[in-house]
């Protein structure tokens, strides 16, 4: 992994070889003309097409990242009227003018691999996806599409704006979650509830919202010639190596394996808190009555000590984090206005990462910024490729490269926790147990929602309720149902990149074999992780599992013994 970085946009590194200079993708009139070209352009041989293909890349990158800026200065300030309107005007009318002439060139791919014989095991992965999208494109769906982004917007702005009052201070609702670890149980409830009304007080709106969500993925679908939106995201999110049926099959064994596991830690919590049952905001404080972890205090310590682990991971790892912090690549505090969440981005034509979350304290930041440096790597292991198209996996393995990276790290968080590292170390094992049946949550639920569009809100919502029933069975929402039944809006992913969440559950299980990898021989787990990194999208997902020493499945005959040895680590075995 190269650790030097560009000097700017179209700068020495990465100098533009086909795109001028000085060309502004803000505008469709100066992008036109090379989608044009591209198009036009006489290509008979194999030195040609991979030329073309390369120039192809070239200006997807530069047009990639004039929306992914606008989409960051966005996100980071959402109450800022000039940043929503650049964004806005780029999805609007920037963005769709180009979707038609990227069908062309992925229709003129497909017809020159017919006559330019191409290397099979360099393009077979490329050709799969331009086969798939040539199939999935439908011109009338453009519109649409546009009209979802907005919607999108619509959710983040609402939920940005949300903060309540306590401590004789306004505070986000991430900034509420704090109180949440608290050992005294009165701030807790009351904490829990200022932020719980407040997202019900604009439950209205997000209802409304979600409802106009499904009907235009729903038309999306079917103008695609899809039976529904979930076959739909299924072709579109290019999920080749497993089926509906399989997400089905993975939370039936997260019931039987997962859920056994929650109940029993929540019987030893509850035991140690000395209550009756659990409450909501029973769940983040220590049972044992030790304080909150307070690892930092400033963003700059949170990155500081985060530096320190990753060069202890791997050298390369560091200074590639420290080049981000030196070029502003970080932007991780809350704030008003800022959108919740946390994600990490590349820049496609500097081929630079940037990371957003909202830290405010807590030991999940660690875990939080550890997760996107790991996303972060990943963008930089594969930044010399030359196909724009390679230089990201799969979502489901993406995932591994953060979730593994949290688990390559542990040996080394006593740079936040000192000697309370064996108690974080327990809460992230303990987290990650908990974590499957909420992910089982989110994806059956969807999985209804889309399977049963003509239902409605109503019934959406009884459905969600069956499974926090089925799958968080140790929370006692007495009294709380209408929370409860409105507690799906909290989750971003449901508004805002919908079906993407199953893939956390099987990236975590990848995660966790690299982490039993790394118990058996540290050094060569890690280089398996980075060798796995540095494929990018160009392998199939199986192999890309395989590379980095771990088996593609979600079957209980991988699940059972990886949650066998969590429970084992948190009882300190």
């Known amino acids: 992994m190269n650790a030097s970085v560009p000097a700017a946009a179209g700068g020495v590194?990465?100098?533009r070889q086909y795109v001028a200079p000085d060309a502004d993708f803000g505008t469709w009139a100066t992008a036109e003309p090379y989608y044009r070209e591209l198009v036009e352009r006489k290509v008979d041989s194999l030195a040609a097409l991979e030329r073309w293909l390369a120039d192809g890349s070239e200006l997807e990158a530069c047009f990639d990242e004039e929306g992914t800026r606008r989409y960051t200065a966005m996100t980071c300030q959402t109450?800022?009227?000039a940043r929503q309107e650049r964004y806005l005007y780029f999805i609007e009318h920037v963005q769709p003018a180009a979707e038609p002439w990227r069908d062309r060139l992925r229709r003129k791919l497909v017809a020159l691999a017919e006559d330019i014989a191409l290397p099979a095991r360099r393009y077979e992965v490329l050709l799969r996806s331009v086969r798939n999208a040539v199939e999935l494109y439908r011109e009338e769906n453009i519109p649409l599409l546009v009209e979802d982004s907005k919607l999108r917007t619509e959710y983040q702005a609402l939920t940005a704006a949300m903060t309540c009052q306590y401590d004789g201070r306004e505070q986000t609702l991430q900034q509420m979650a704090r109180y949440l670890e608290e050992t005294d149980r009165r701030v807790r409830e009351e904490t829990w509830h200022l932020a719980a009304d407040r997202f019900l007080k604009d439950a209205p709106a997000l209802d409304e919202l979600y409802v106009k969500m499904v009907a235009l993925r729903h038309r999306i679908a079917q103008n695609a010639g899809c039976r529904d939106f979930r076959e739909y995201s299924f072709r579109a999110m290019e999920r080749f190596d497993y089926t509906p049926a399989d997400c089905l099959a993975f939370h039936?064994?997260?019931a039987d394996v997962c859920v056994p596991a929650v109940l029993q830690l929540a019987a030893e919590r509850k035991r140690k808190l000395g209550l009756p049952t659990?409450?909501?905001w029973d769940m983040a404080v220590d049972p044992d009555g030790e304080p909150p972890l307070r690892p930092f205090e400033?963003?700059?310590?949170?990155?500081?000590?985060?530096?320190?682990?990753?060069h202890q991971v791997g050298r390369e790892f560091g200074r590639i984090f420290d080049t981000l912090r030196e070029r502003g690549q970080l932007d991780l505090g809350s704030r008003k206005g800022k959108a919740p969440g946390g994600y990490q981005v590349n820049y496609a034509e500097q081929r630079l990462p940037f990371i957003f979350m909202n830290a405010v304290g807590t030991e999940a930041d660690v875990r939080t910024l550890l997760h996107e440096g790991g996303h972060a790597f990943h963008s930089w292991a594969c930044r010399q490729e030359p196909l724009l198209a390679y230089r990201s996996a799969p979502?489901?393995?993406a995932e591994v490269a953060s979730m593994g990276m949290e688990c390559l790290a542990l040996p080394f968080t006593h740079e936040f926790f000192g000697a309370a590292q064996p108690r974080a170390t327990r809460h992230f094992f303990e987290k990650i147990v908990a974590f499957f049946p909420f992910m089982a949550m989110i994806d059956a639920f969807q999985h209804h929602v889309y399977t049963h569009v003509d239902a409605g809100l109503e019934s959406w919502k009884d459905h969600w309720q069956q499974l926090t029933r089925r799958f968080a069975s140790?929370?006692?929402l007495t009294g709380l149902e209408r929370h409860d039944r409105q507690s799906w809006q909290k989750k971003l992913h449901i508004y805002e990149v919908?079906?993407?969440?199953v893939e956390y559950g099987i990236a975590q299980l990848g995660a966790l074999q690299v982490w039993r990898n790394s118990l058996a021989a540290y050094e060569d787990a890690v280089a398996q992780y980075r060798h796995a990194l540095a494929l990018g999208g160009s392998r199939p997902l199986p192999e890309l599992f395989q590379t980095a020493g771990c088996r593609f499945d979600f079957s209980p005959a991988t699940l059972r013994p990886l949650i066998g040895a969590v429970m084992e680590k948190i009882d300190g075995r």
Not at 298 to 310: K, N, P, V
Not at 498 to 501: A, E, H, L, T
Request: aromatic fraction near 18%; glycine fraction near 2%.
């Open 498 to 501: 919908p079906f993407y969440y």
């Open 13 to 15: 590194e990465f100098p």
């Open 252 to 254: 039936e064994a997260i």
């Open 278 to 280: 659990l409450r909501p």
């Open 79 to 81: 109450d800022d009227p």
């Open 395 to 397: 979502l489901e393995f």
């Open 474 to 476: 140790e929370l006692d």
């Open 298 to 310: 400033t963003d700059e310590q949170l990155a500081a000590g985060c530096s320190r682990i990753f």
